[in-house]
């Protein structure tokens, strides 16, 4: 059995981590870290401190109504990839321990490809 990092739980939710195939299990955050447990297998877990994490990167579509998914990404180990059941709730819990200026919105596809056009067209000196 893991060793979870917290002492206290303010928030355990159903969530699904995209590191490879889908893993199905439940998200904690609490006062030391983020953690995700598989559901299955106890031996696939995912647990990040807070202060090792860099940026919280939120995909907002229709104007905030809906949050499919979202990402952590650390200042190490790149971007973990998470969606949960209710990610409006598990992004305010978040919130307290990630200062606010470090939570961000995803570039929409449209941002995407207007950057990539950008970069093509940029005159040269």
């Not at 979870?4 to 030391?32: C, E, P, Q, R, W």
């Not at 104007?63 to 499919?68: E, F, L, S, Y």
Request: glycine share 6%; charged share 30%; net charge positive.
């Amino acid at each position: 059995m893991v060793q979870s990092i917290n002492s206290k739980v303010d928030l355990a939710i159903d969530a699904t981590s995209f590191m490879g195939l889908a893993d199905y299990g439940k998200i904690m955050i609490g006062n030391k870290g983020f953690e995700f447990y598989n559901s299955h297998d106890l031996n696939k877990y995912i647990q990040i401190p807070w202060d090792e994490v860099d940026y919280v990167v939120a995909s907002v579509m229709f104007k905030g109504h809906w949050i499919p998914r979202y990402a952590i990404r650390t200042k190490k180990n790149g971007m973990y990839t998470f969606a949960s059941k209710d990610p409006k709730k598990v992004l305010r819990a978040m919130r307290k321990y990630v200062e606010s200026d470090h939570m961000v919105r995803s570039l929409t596809f449209f941002q995407v490809i207007k950057r990539g056009l950008k970069g093509r067209f940029k005159k040269k000196k």
